[in-house]
């Protein structure tokens, strides 16, 4: 980890460190630990949302890490048919590939650093699934998978997709070179990422090396959320512990800190870090399995709109899995 790397990052543009007195640094509110479980067809994750309130996430719903695990021939699994509504997926693999296949024609593969935006708006039917080339070979796998909420004004869009290539990722760097930032969506220090969102959030992976210091500026308008991929570190000013599989819940403030443990363990010497956080929509959620709604009729609709099959229909040249709407996941 990961796939998307430089081999010098003093190359890269810098990111200043704010003025810690004119923005002050987030503080750690809470750090929790994810559980471990398991999503589709079988495949491990860990639940990084697990027991946060939906307040401290808004605008964000769910986050699973998927993986990281090394398939033996095989293995490799993926999801059924499902429908989704009212929401954004965000797709990031890390390492590994990925096949995506929806019900309004669109697909493709999510390889190595690449990001599949997926709006679901008001519904589509959706697979992700390894290449038969993984599947026979098996080999790492290694992603994320994010849900974005869609403020109401925007659940009834219609579905669109973003494929995000890792390349495209505006790549930074800390002044002294020793963390690795990749910006997907959102901006730093005035640097965009390639990501387009209905409701403004920045989305980050951050690489630190070991004894690495990262500040960065942040919005004080948004939330912020640190999420452990590998390795050990601490995050804000009072240097909070950070194990792996650790979401760190920050306060108010107009920047952050994430620093890597000089101390590595054996198996990951770097830091890797998910940094995120959005503008809060503030607005009711009304959440069961693939449907993000704003009030409970609107959920019983949803259900009833995928029953009925109006969320879409699955292609005949369809990938080979199971029979749609087995499980709502």
């Known amino acids: 980890m990961p796939a998307v790397t430089v081999e010098n990052t003093l190359r890269l543009p810098r990111i200043p460190e704010p003025d810690l007195q004119a923005a002050a640094q987030r503080a750690v509110r809470s750090v929790g ?24 996430l808004d605008p964000f719903v769910h986050m699973d890490q998927m993986g990281e695990v090394e398939y033996a021939p095989g293995e490799p699994k993926g999801t059924a048919w499902h429908p989704h509504r009212g929401f954004e997926t965000v797709t990031y693999m890390i390492d590994g590939r990925m096949e995506h296949q929806d019900s309004h024609g669109g697909g493709g593969l999510i390889t190595d650093g690449g990001t599949q935006w997926m709006t679901a708006g008001s519904g589509i039917l959706h697979i992700e699934t390894p290449p038969e080339a993984l599947v026979m070979s098996g ?33 930074l760097s800390s002044p002294d070179g020793g963390a690795l930032v990749r910006v997907i969506a959102g901006d730093i220090a005035g640097h965009q990422g390639p990501g387009s969102t209905f409701t403004p959030i920045t989305l980050i992976h951050a690489t630190l090396s070991p004894g690495a210091r990262l500040v960065l500026p942040w919005r004080p308008d948004f939330n912020a959320l640190v999420y452990s991929l590998s390795g050990r570190g601490t995050v804000g000013p009072a240097l909070h512990p950070l194990d792996p599989h650790q979401l760190a819940v920050l306060g108010p403030g107009g920047a952050l800190t994430v620093t890597a443990t000089d101390r590595p363990d054996t198996r990951t010497p770097d830091l890797d870090v998910l940094v995120l956080g959005g503008l809060p929509i503030r607005e009711p959620v009304a959440h069961f399995g693939p449907f993000v709604m704003n009030t409970k009729a609107e959920i019983i609709q949803a259900v009833e709109d995928f029953e009925h099959g109006r969320l879409g229909v699955v292609p005949a040249g369809r990938m080979p899995h199971t029979t749609p709407g087995e499980e709502l996941v």
């Open 139 to 171: 080999g790492l796998f290694h992603g994320v998978q994010l849900w974005v909420n869609l403020p109401r004004a925007h659940k009834w869009n219609a579905p669109q997709y973003q494929s995000i290539e890792g390349p495209q990722a505006a790549l």
């Open 33 to 56: 630990t994810a559980p471990q479980g398991f999503e589709g067809e079988g495949f491990p994750v860990f639940r990084a949302f697990a027991g946060v309130s939906l307040r401290d």
